[in-house]
């Protein structure tokens, strides 16, 4: 069984920063990808910043410039360096994986909340 556990959010003013952070847990798996989606309220979930199956990043337009994922394969862990962040930001962020045990499969976690105040 393989969970995806995730920690860092919390409430920070406008300008401010905050790193999250994600680790698989388990046992005798292999990661393919990993990425952090977010959804505010009423919209629908978006990717904001992942490492794609080829290795490359990727990230939403809105945080270029501002947010930084990075991984480490060691720790099978993800994290999300966000800085400059902006009311609009403020969202339930998840970790989102694609990890094969028998097959590849799609994981989500529980979410953690960002909210960022004006």
């Known amino acids: 069984q393989v969970q995806l556990v995730e920690s860092g959010g919390g409430l920070v003013q406008a300008g401010g920063s905050l790193r999250l952070s994600c680790a698989a847990s388990g046992s005798g798996f292999s990661i393919n990808a990993m990425a952090w989606y977010r959804q505010a309220p009423g919209k629908q979930r978006e990717l904001v910043a992942g490492f794609m199956l080829d290795g490359s990043t990727n990230y939403a337009d809105s945080v270029k410039g501002r947010f930084t994922i990075s991984r480490d394969n060691a720790k099978n862990s993800v994290f999300l360096q966000m800085n400059s962040l902006k009311p609009e930001d403020t969202a339930v962020y998840f970790c989102?994986?694609?990890?094969?045990?028998?097959?590849?499969?799609?994981?989500w976690g529980q979410g953690t909340q960002v909210t960022v105040s004006s």
């Open positions: 989102n994986a694609i990890i094969t045990i028998a097959y590849p499969k799609q994981y």
